[in-house]
């Protein structure tokens, strides 16, 4: 997992050979202003989520990973409070692997807590077990999934 400001997005270029472009997007002077939805950047390679609306707070947050994305999730307004795991301490599965949407679910709980704040983004890897949406507060996010190629 990395934790940082937008402002400095450019130190981590170097992580996937497309997050330059998911980054490029999280900058756009529009990006708040934006509907909800999916966005597509280059295609099914990098898109992004956007969504409004109060998160569903620790206890129900659930873990989730995913295999062939890694995702950059941008906090517009608000602030989201974000679980993690690592992969390895993961030992309950509540939902498999599903391939086509590149996402499961498990019973696990986080081991850590991060509070991401308005101008803030963190980037989870297919290690990263991350349970977003953690806040009981509104939020206003983009969540840019960037294809592992």
């Not at 997992?1 to 472009?21: E, H, P, T």
């Not at 704040?117 to 890897?125: D, E, Q, R, V, W």
């Given at each position: 997992?990395?934790?940082?400001?937008?402002?400095?997005?450019?130190?981590?270029?170097?992580?996937?050979?497309?997050?330059?472009?998911?980054f490029e997007f999280l900058q756009r002077p529009e990006l708040a202003s934006l509907e909800d939805g999916v966005h597509e950047i280059q295609g099914r390679d990098v898109y992004a989520i956007i969504a409004r609306g109060n998160g569903v707070g620790r206890e129900q947050a659930m873990l989730e990973a995913h295999r062939n994305y890694l995702d950059i999730q941008y906090v517009i307004e608000g602030t989201d409070k974000i679980g993690w795991l690592e992969r390895d301490f993961v030992e309950r599965v509540k939902d498999p692997y599903d391939a086509e949407?590149?996402?499961e679910f498990f019973y696990d709980r986080p081991a850590s807590w991060i509070q991401v704040?308005?101008?803030?983004?963190?980037?989870?890897?297919p290690q990263d077990i991350h349970a977003p949406l953690a806040t009981s507060q509104y939020v206003h996010k983009a969540v840019v999934k960037v294809k592992l190629i």
């Open positions: 997992m990395i934790f940082d400001r937008l402002s400095n997005a450019a130190q981590y270029y170097g992580v996937a050979s497309l997050i330059q472009k998911g949407k590149d996402l704040p308005a101008g803030s983004f963190a980037i989870f890897l």
